[in-house]
């Protein structure tokens, strides 16, 4: 490359103040031919001058100083300019830091104003010839350059947003273009959903459109089991990709790109070209040059997972066909969650109905009407919290003797249908029984017998309490299976309140437990209240919303008791008393039995 | 270079530098157009285009005269370049300088 030559600039004059003024204009003219302005020439012709006028008052000074020429020479370079003013005198003392004189002091300001108007200055003193060196950076260059290359930094900077924006609006354009396709067919497929009969013909054909938008050739579309962590698939683009259950729990090939995708919750993309998969992977069968794997997650719910090969592509799949493949997934996930509710409800509904149908037969299982005992009334109820309950009472009358009777009252634990099914087959059990009627511990040992190992099986057990009244004989006898106390008093009120609660392990606990078995006389005028955990453990408003506890539950029987009523004015009585706050769920079932002699 | 003169001022115009080259000649001009009256020596520099530092001992020298008659100097609309040298070596602070 041919490098351009600086400018310069010589001249020589002889050692004198008037040979000197044209050579120092040449000079400040030169500086002019080269763009040096007003100010900067100024400057440059003072320090000059100052230079000169050194050189002359020294070689005046020498002896032999005047037949030597002064010269001054000029180098610009492209920042900053050179003046080299060389004379042959004696020279002098180039003072380091240069400092002014007093005010009033009429020389001795040269060097000091060299020293303020130059970047750099430098005096050679030498045996022959004396060099004074003057240096000035090119502001105006300097300026310029910044300015020009500020303006050329700046248009590199727009020149690259240009290109930018070009491929922000190529990429702006195609994902249009994608969003208009995928908007398109979405909105044809959502006039389906209304007729939507076979949610899996409607996935093959969603699915198929987007392997067609995205220029894509095959795909598999797999449901995810969260709980046993496996994949189904769901749908496919070709028979051949009718691929078995994969895992993806711990242990399993997290490798393969489902599972991948699966496991860390994001896309998975490969380039089978630079990257070959594991020969097992399913998604090999696409025999693609791209491929992507997409996890579906609604919310916090993992759907399944869509892969997309494409074979014949030269480039990976763009964002644009990324987004049309995310948009089709969510759009179909969310079809399967709404067929996937829908279903839901209709087996609920299915479900109520057949509880409500358990309901009615475990009601009709229940006593519906009362026998006629003469002087003696009975009464009862279940109130469930549920539609089936775990509570169960029942009112056996001796075939033959109408003043013998058995009362059984239990409590399985727990509710809802496991609970009821114990309570059917503790009924029938009784019911069965007739040859223990009037020994309720033996009775309680067969039925211990007879459901221990259905009970411990299931870690479920029943307390239940029975109590053989002859109330010709005016005696009863009572069993206890963990259950609460049976509460026996009179309409007289000097006799106390008894409490009866035989020892007894509840049913279910123990293989062969023993049951005591108590005999107790009846009471003329009696009030006999059998009933389960749930009545002293319910909330009532008749108590301050607390609970109602034994205590003011014996107090209630205690009042209650001195009443001529029969045993369906102490049921509504207690009903009163148990009566909880309207928008409160009942918590238990509460059962009771009553009987009472009225006078 | 040309002189006016009132009572009790000198105005002096028409300067084009002052350097080493004429320091010597306009100091005895200008010192011998001064008369003991003159309160007031004005140096129009309008038109100089260079001040050396023997241009300032020129100027330095004049203040002394006026200072001992009880007058001054003042320096008339300087070139950017003057100003620039008086500024430097803080003579503005000694000279007046005024502009119209």
């Known amino acids: 490359m041919r490098r351009e030559a600086l400018p310069s600039f010589y001249v020589q004059f002889e050692c004198d103040m008037d040979a000197a003024r044209t050579p120092i204009r040449r000079v400040i003219a030169f500086l002019e031919t080269c763009g040096f302005d007003f100010n900067e020439r100024g400057a440059w012709e003072v320090a000059i001058q100052e230079g000169v006028n050194n050189a002359i008052l020294h070689c005046k000074l020498a002896k032999n100083g005047s037949s030597h020429p002064v010269a001054i020479e000029v180098m610009v370079r492209p920042d900053y300019v050179e003046v080299l003013v060389q004379d042959h005198t004696q020279g002098f003392c180039w003072p380091v830091s240069p400092s002014l004189p007093s005010s009033n002091s009429e020389d001795g300001r040269g060097v000091y104003m060299i020293h303020q108007l130059m970047d750099d200055s430098d005096y050679l003193r030498g045996t022959h010839s004396n060099r004074l060196l003057l240096r000035k950076n090119r502001k105006l260059t300097q300026a310029f350059n910044a300015e020009e290359k500020k303006w050329q930094e700046r248009i590199q900077t727009l020149e690259g947003q240009l290109d930018e924006s070009d491929k922000s609006l190529d990429s702006m354009q195609e994902e249009l273009f994608s969003c208009y396709e995928s908007l398109s067919a979405i909105f044809q497929f959502g006039t389906e959903l209304g007729k939507l009969d076979d949610i899996n013909s409607f996935a093959d054909r969603l699915l198929q459109q987007l392997i067609t938008i995205m220029g894509a050739n095959c795909y598999l579309f797999r449901t995810c089991d969260e709980k046993k962590r496996l994949i189904h698939t769901y749908s496919r683009s070709s028979a051949n990709l009718n691929m078995p259950p994969l895992g993806w729990g711990p242990g399993e090939s997290q490798h393969f790109l489902e599972p991948l995708s699966i496991v860390n919750r994001k896309d998975v993309l490969r380039d089978t070209n630079l990257e070959k998969l594991d020969p097992a992977d399913p998604v090999n069968a696409f025999n693609a040059k791209y491929i992507q794997v997409h996890p579906i997650i609604i919310g916090e719910e993992l759907i399944g997972v869509l892969s997309v090969g494409a074979s014949e592509s030269d480039e990976p799949f763009t964002s644009a066909q990324t987004n049309v493949m995310h948009t089709f997934a969510d759009f179909l996930a969310l079809q399967l969650i709404n067929i996937s509710r829908q279903e839901e409800r209709i087996k609920f509904g299915k479900i109520s109905k057949e509880l409500e149908i358990a309901h009615n037969i475990q009601n009709s299982l229940l006593p519906s009407h009362w026998p006629e005992m003469e002087g003696f009334t009975l009464a009862g109820e279940c109130i469930t919290s549920r539609n089936v309950s775990g509570d169960f009472f029942d009112v056996i009358h001796h075939e033959s003797d109408p003043n013998k009777v058995l009362l059984v009252i239990a409590d399985v634990m727990g509710k809802g249908v496991p609970a009821s099914i114990f309570a059917a087959i503790f009924r029938s059990l009784v019911r069965s029984s007739t040859e223990l009627f009037e020994r309720p511990a033996e009775l309680m040992e067969k039925l211990n017998r007879s459901m221990f190992e259905d009970l411990s099986g299931v870690d479920m057990f029943i307390t239940a309490q029975i109590a053989y009244c002859d109330l010709g004989k005016r005696v009863m006898r009572i069993s206890n299976a963990g259950h609460c106390p049976l509460l026996l008093s009179a309409r007289n009120e000097t006799l106390p309140i008894k409490t009866h609660s035989p020892e007894g392990l509840p049913l279910g606990v123990m293989k062969n437990p023993e049951f005591e078995e108590l005999e107790t006389g009846i009471p003329r005028e009696c009030r006999v209240l059998m009933y389960t955990d749930g009545i002293v453990e319910t909330t009532t408003q008749m108590v301050g919303n607390e609970l109602l506890g034994q205590k003011r539950l014996v107090r209630w029987f205690k009042d209650a008791r001195c009443i001529d009523q029969k045993a369906s004015g102490f049921q509504a009585s207690l009903k009163d008393h148990l009566r909880v706050n309207s928008g409160d769920q009942l918590k238990d079932d509460q059962t009771f039995i009553l009987l009472v002699e009225n006078g | ?100």
């Open chain 2, 1 to 100: 270079m040309e002189f006016e003169s009132t009572s009790d001022r000198i105005v002096i115009t028409g300067i084009k530098e002052l350097t080493a080259t004429n320091a010597g000649s306009v100091k005895d001009d200008v010192r011998s157009r001064i008369r003991p009256e003159h309160e007031v020596l004005d140096i129009d520099m309008s038109e100089v285009r260079i001040l050396d530092s023997s241009g300032l001992g020129l100027l330095i020298s004049l203040h002394k005269v006026m200072c001992q008659q009880n007058g001054l100097v003042r320096i008339k609309n300087p070139t950017p370049i003057v100003e620039q040298v008086l500024e430097l070596t803080r003579l503005h602070r000694l000279l007046e300088i005024t502009r119209q």
